[in-house]
């Protein structure tokens, strides 16, 4: 094939036929968290399922992201409790157990985090999807959809084989980003709804030579400078060794620290994650990286360039104001930006702020979830991870002080049809592309509302592609037995 460069400063790239590298009933696009969920539900319910990821590892956030801390583990079930207790086995994770953690409850608030190793993750996600007979294809990227009249009938990838056709009676979409579905014609939002700003990006990036103890120390000889939420039942148990899950705050270190010209002004807190005591090591989960478009590629290059000089006057700042910091030292970073949030599908039902505060209920409720949202009147006020710079300041309740911040528990549904993509046919998707608001997704978009969601989708995925039917036209009666039946019970 001969591509030919035109005088307009166009490139045509003739017609061409595409080798056809596989036929199965499900292929999914992505290999993270939702993608986990979505695959391994699919293959064992007996459909020859192909997964495919652009990394040569399987994890999405909890790996290519190196986010160690799994939060809202009280809404984990099905698939994500299972890879929970796997890795709990392989002494690579914290016991979750939230009937212990409820014992433990302090001043209202429960330590629903558990702490994991990135590595344990990786050989926890690959075996349970051998296990599960899923077909692996990664350091592969599903770039286009194969269409006709409507439907999606597989995608087209490209590695180092060259450019090639999967051929899928079911496709689902679990790359983020929404990536196949767009190129499918689906409908999608982007960001907050009035300006279309998202959530920041952030690089992750792992610490050494840290004295924990006088870390903790330090906080708890200034507990107002100690994120309130995080103080409670903080130290969990990984492999034997004592770790604390979440330790964010250092307001004062940090003021002073922008005072003197040592920090940017963005910065109003320093939050880690998995501090593992005795080895003196930390995931740093303060970059935020601001006005960025995590589907440009140039903006990308920009996040990656901009997370990487965050990262030295962050390291500096640590050394230099921050007491057990001395020696500290960068041992890795993610091997990809984390990009929170960018486009999310417009599904056959589309969950708005106004379901969720009167809430409404559905025939084919998939999952109820129960948790504190802001007062109706303060909807707009109160974010995750802000997309204005802001994040964990004086005026940012959620973070700074959050039983001041004005949030009134509420139940909400979402349903099976927020995972199928409106008016296209044979394409499921899950993740934080959920087809939600800006404001729903803030609070349902963490690992095991993400696997969930992906596990439904695979299992529709499956019984549908089993069935010769849409997975439109799958009866929900049949899919939440079939859920029930492989340990997903939280409806």
Same mark, same amino acid.
């Given at each position: 094939?001969?591509?030919?460069?035109?005088?307009?400063?166009?490139?045509?790239?003739?017609?061409?036929?595409?080798?056809?590298?596989?036929?199965?009933?499900?292929?999914?696009?992505?290999?993270?968290?939702?993608?986990?969920?979505?695959?391994?539900?699919?293959?064992?319910?007996?459909?020859? &399922?192909?997964?495919?990821?652009?990394?040569?590892?399987?994890?999405?956030?909890?790996?290519?992201?190196?986010?160690?801390?799994?939060?809202?583990?009280?809404?984990?079930?099905?698939?994500?409790?299972?890879?929970?207790?796997?890795? /709990?086995?392989?002494?690579?994770?914290?016991?979750?157990?939230?009937?212990?953690?409820?014992?433990?409850?302090?001043?209202?608030?429960?330590?629903?985090?558990?702490?994991?190793?990135?590595?344990?993750?990786?050989?926890?996600?690959?075996?349970?999807?051998?296990?599960?007979?899923?077909?692996?294809?990664?350091?592969? +990227?599903?770039?286009?959809?194969?269409?006709?009249?409507?439907?999606?009938?597989?995608?087209?990838?490209?590695?180092?084989?060259?450019?090639?056709?999967?051929?899928?009676?079911?496709?689902?979409?679990?790359?983020?980003?929404?990536?196949?579905?767009?190129?499918?014609?689906?409908?999608?939002?982007?960001?907050?709804?009035?300006?279309?700003?998202?959530?920041?990006?952030?690089?992750?990036?792992?610490?050494?030579?840290?004295?924990?103890?006088?870390?903790?120390?330090?906080?708890?000889?200034?507990?107002?400078?100690?994120?309130?939420?995080?103080?409670?039942?903080?130290?969990?148990?990984?492999?034997?060794?004592?770790?604390?899950?979440?330790?964010?705050?250092?307001?004062?270190?940090?003021?002073?620290?922008?005072?003197?010209?040592?920090?940017?002004?963005?910065?109003?807190?320093?939050?880690?994650?998995?501090?593992?005591?005795?080895?003196?090591?930390?995931?740093?989960?303060?970059?935020?990286?601001?006005?960025?478009?995590?589907?440009?590629?140039?903006?990308?290059?920009?996040?990656?360039?901009?997370?990487?000089?965050?990262?030295?006057?962050?390291?500096?700042?640590?050394?230099?104001?921050?007491?057990?910091?001395?020696?500290?030292?960068?041992?890795?970073?993610?091997?990809?930006?984390?990009?929170?949030? &960018?486009?999310?599908?417009?599904?056959?039902?589309?969950?708005?702020?106004?379901?969720? /505060?009167?809430?409404?209920?559905?025939?084919?409720?998939?999952?109820?979830?129960?948790?504190?949202?802001?007062?109706?009147?303060?909807?707009?006020?109160?974010?995750?991870?802000?997309?204005?710079?802001?994040?964990?300041? +004086?005026?940012?309740?959620?973070?700074?002080?959050?039983?001041?911040?004005?949030?009134?528990?509420?139940?909400?549904?979402?349903?099976?049809?927020?995972?199928?993509?409106?008016?296209?046919?044979?394409?499921?998707?899950?993740?934080?592309?959920?087809?939600?608001?800006?404001?729903?997704?803030?609070?349902?978009?963490?690992?095991?509302?993400?696997?969930?969601?992906?596990?439904?989708?695979?299992?529709?995925?499956?019984?549908?592609?089993?069935?010769?039917?849409?997975?439109?036209?799958?009866?929900?009666?049949?899919?939440?037995?079939?859920?029930?039946?492989?340990?997903?019970?939280?409806?």
């Amino acid at each position: 094939m001969q591509t030919i460069f035109t005088n307009h400063g166009k490139v045509i790239q003739p017609q061409t036929e595409l080798p056809v590298y596989d036929s199965v009933d499900v292929v999914v696009a992505g290999g993270g968290v939702s993608g986990l969920g979505a695959a391994i539900a699919a293959a064992r319910m007996g459909a020859n &399922t192909l997964l495919v990821e652009n990394n040569g590892f399987l994890g999405g956030v909890a790996t290519a992201n190196i986010m160690q801390s799994i939060c809202n583990c009280k809404f984990a079930d099905g698939i994500m409790l299972e890879i929970l207790e796997r890795m /709990y086995v392989l002494g690579g994770a914290g016991k979750w157990d939230y009937e212990d953690r409820l014992a433990k409850i302090e001043d209202s608030f429960v330590n629903e985090t558990t702490t994991f190793d990135p590595e344990c993750f990786k050989e926890a996600a690959l075996e349970m999807c051998l296990e599960a007979n899923v077909k692996l294809l990664p350091y592969t +990227r599903a770039c286009d959809v194969i269409m006709d009249n409507g439907a999606v009938r597989g995608v087209i990838i490209e590695n180092k084989s060259g450019r090639q056709a999967i051929l899928a009676k079911n496709t689902v979409d679990c790359t983020g980003d929404g990536d196949i579905s767009v190129r499918a014609g689906a409908s999608y939002v982007f960001g907050r709804e009035e300006d279309n700003k998202t959530r920041p990006f952030v690089l992750m990036f792992r610490i050494g030579g840290l004295d924990a103890k006088k870390i903790l120390g330090y906080l708890e000889d200034n507990p107002d400078q100690w994120q309130p939420q995080y103080k409670v039942n903080s130290i969990q148990s990984v492999g034997g060794e004592p770790v604390a899950t979440r330790v964010s705050g250092f307001y004062d270190l940090v003021d002073e620290a922008k005072a003197n010209g040592d920090l940017y002004d963005w910065i109003y807190y320093l939050r880690f994650e998995a501090m593992f005591i005795n080895r003196g090591t930390a995931l740093c989960n303060t970059s935020r990286i601001y006005g960025l478009d995590g589907t440009n590629a140039d903006d990308l290059r920009e996040g990656e360039i901009t997370g990487r000089r965050q990262m030295r006057k962050i390291i500096n700042f640590m050394r230099k104001y921050v007491p057990g910091c001395e020696n500290a030292y960068v041992v890795d970073t993610a091997p990809q930006l984390g990009v929170r949030e &960018t486009r999310r599908i417009v599904g056959e039902y589309f969950l708005t702020n106004d379901d969720i /505060y009167s809430g409404k209920t559905f025939d084919d409720c998939i999952m109820t979830v129960e948790k504190k949202l802001p007062v109706s009147e303060s909807r707009d006020l109160i974010d995750v991870h802000t997309p204005d710079p802001g994040e964990g300041g +004086r005026d940012d309740l959620y973070e700074r002080d959050i039983k001041s911040a004005p949030m009134v528990l509420h139940k909400y549904e979402m349903c099976y049809r927020m995972l199928l993509a409106k008016g296209i046919d044979n394409l499921l998707f899950a993740g934080r592309l959920m087809s939600t608001t800006h404001m729903v997704e803030a609070f349902t978009r963490s690992m095991p509302f993400c696997m969930r969601l992906g596990q439904v989708a695979g299992t529709a995925a499956a019984l549908s592609a089993i069935g010769g039917i849409s997975p439109k036209e799958l009866s929900f009666k049949k899919l939440k037995d079939a859920l029930s039946a492989a340990g997903y019970v939280k409806f």
